[in-house]
């Protein structure tokens, strides 16, 4: 008895030091590769890595890892030339199959996500132009609320306004609902459902070129295609898949 309880004691003592090594090997690993995205993607700010499944050891000889989310920030989007933060990003990647050199490594399956704050969204809108939430309501429909100044809108879209039509105008305010659309998979496209009529032949249609604008979600893996958007009180939230989805570091 006295034998065996000294062979347990030594198999959990073994078995500690296993699991203590896994885990200072799998921090290592997750260190390392939250500087390789950063240095790869040209990031302000480290992003955070973590690294699922056990035991770490016996993935890295099979070169597979189960699990790896990756959440960053210093991502951007661009909107006529203009860029603006994306608040939040993060990819669940699934089934990473790494090569001999651990160089690089592709996932089976990548799940992505941004979300981009009203307060950025009314920096990446046209000059004059704020965003914000429109209520449940209209958030339901994939609506947001656009409001600004008549003439800044224009003058900030780079059409000339006449003084005869900026004394019509005043200080009258454009307040419209845009609905919030995908195209290509990384581009978000906002388009106002009303506009009011203006008296002079062909500002209408400059007016929804001021207020209709695209943004481009840049930093997300090529191969994630954006898919689906979300109206919610915070800002919008996008999320998309990949597969077979290739990362380089």
Not at 133 to 143: D, I, M, T
Not at 176 to 184: A, R
Not at 208 to 231: C, F, N, Q, W
């Amino acid at each position: 008895m006295r034998a065996l309880r000294i062979l347990l004691i030594v198999g959990v003592i073994l078995g500690g030091l296993f699991v203590a090594a896994d885990r200072l090997a799998v921090n290592l690993a997750e260190s390392e590769a939250a500087d390789r995205i950063k240095s790869s993607q040209g990031l302000s700010t480290t992003p955070e890595v973590s690294i699922g499944g056990f035991p770490f050891l016996t993935q890295v000889l099979g070169r597979e890892l189960d699990e790896v989310d990756v959440s960053l920030s210093g991502i951007t989007a661009t909107a006529g030339g203009r860029e603006v933060n994306v608040t939040e990003v993060k990819a669940e990647l699934r089934q990473v199959r790494v090569d001999g050199s651990f160089s690089s490594a592709t996932a089976g399956r990548a799940d992505g996500s941004a979300r981009i704050s009203y307060a950025d969204l009314s920096e990446a809108a046209p000059r004059g132009a704020a965003v914000a939430y429109a209520g449940p309501e209209r958030a339901a429909k994939g609506q947001v609320k656009v409001t600004g100044p008549l003439t800044g809108l224009l003058e900030g879209a780079g059409v000339p306004v006449p003084d005869t039509l900026k004394a019509l105008l005043g200080d009258r305010q454009v307040s419209t609902y845009s609905t919030v659309g995908l195209s290509d998979g990384t581009t978000v496209r906002l388009k106002a459902q009303e506009l009011p009529r203006l008296p002079v032949p062909g500002f209408d249609d400059k007016l929804r070129e001021a207020v209709d604008y695209d943004l481009k979600i840049d930093g997300l893996p090529s191969s994630i295609t954006l898919d689906k958007v979300a109206v919610t009180d915070e800002g919008l939230r996008f999320s998309g898949t990949g597969k077979d989805v290739a990362l380089t570091g």
